[in-house]
């Protein structure tokens, strides 16, 4: 897969400096390995490779010059093989169970819970697992970009969520079930075309097989053509880019 991405980010006025964390590395596994891959930003920084909480590989990024505007370009390849979702050969640093939290963007939901329960009832855990993933895709309109400061609860009620919303749907469920579940960001080729996209997606864990993939906006789990970048507890967490401008003392 060819991954080429190119994201400018333009500030309301000049800024002292900035510093990011770049999610942009993929890990390696039993099934995506990094043939290519180079971060490039369009002006003096310095890039300091690490690991966040969650074990993710991050690269810092600090601009010590002022700035209005930051381009960030990846370019890479990557050779994946399908796994039907399971994932293989990562390295886990956190106990599964970590991921049964709720945060702010994911919080337990009473009447996600009881979607959850009425999709997944009498069914062992993988199953469960599927229908739920089967019925958010089918429940739900999936609108390009939605408001992201509404509460999980309205965009339930509403039918109609963005992408983040839709898997932040599924862990809210997963959870409700007893099943560790957590957000995962990447890129996805989706069929007809040469390059992919920035995706994001679900894992769920399973006692007996390990961590599940599940993409609420396909209905089944990721294949060969998605590329794993980050996990977190929701999508904040997993962000491939955050930071904060650096403002004049």
Same mark, same amino acid.
């Given at each position: ?6 994201? *400018?980010? /333009?500030? %309301?006025?000049? =800024? ?5 964390? !770049? @999610?942009? +590395?993929?890990? &390696?596994?039993? #099934? ?53 979702? *399971?994932? /293989?050969? %990562?390295?886990? =640093? ?5 991921? !049964? @939290?709720? +945060?702010?963007? &994911?919080?337990? #939901? ?53 992408? *983040? ?13 007893? @099943? ?70």
């Amino acid at each position: 897969m060819t991954i080429e991405h190119r994201a *400018v980010y /333009r500030f %309301a006025g000049a =800024q002292a400096g900035l510093v990011q964390a !770049l @999610r942009l +590395t993929p890990p &390696t596994s039993d #099934d995506q390995t990094v043939v290519r891959w180079r971060i490039d930003v369009d002006r003096d920084a310095r890039m300091r490779p690490g690991r966040d909480g969650f074990g993710n590989a991050v690269t810092m990024l600090y601009v010590d010059a002022p700035l209005d505007r930051l381009a960030i370009e990846v370019t890479g390849e990557v050779l994946t093989s399908n796994a039907h979702g *399971v994932l /293989r050969g %990562a390295t886990e =640093q956190l106990p599964p169970a970590l991921f !049964l @939290r709720a +945060t702010e963007a &994911t919080p337990a #939901d009473p009447a996600i819970a009881a979607f959850a329960h009425a999709v997944a009832a009498e069914l062992e855990p993988l199953a469960a697992l599927h229908a739920v993933n089967a019925a958010v895709h089918e429940r739900f309109v999936v609108a390009p970009v939605g408001d992201a400061s509404r509460p999980l609860a309205e965009a339930f009620a509403d039918g109609t969520v963005d992408p *983040v919303e839709a898997t932040h749907i599924f862990l809210v469920a997963a959870r409700s079930l007893g @099943r560790p579940a957590r957000y995962v960001s990447g890129y996805r080729q989706a069929d007809g075309e040469t390059v992919a996209s920035p995706h994001g997606w679900a894992e769920a864990y399973v006692e007996g097989i390990g961590w599940i993939g599940f993409d609420p906006l396909l209905g089944r789990s990721p294949e060969e053509a998605h590329v794993r970048l980050a996990t977190a507890l929701d999508a904040g967490g997993a962000s491939p880019v955050a930071g904060v401008p650096v403002e004049e003392a």
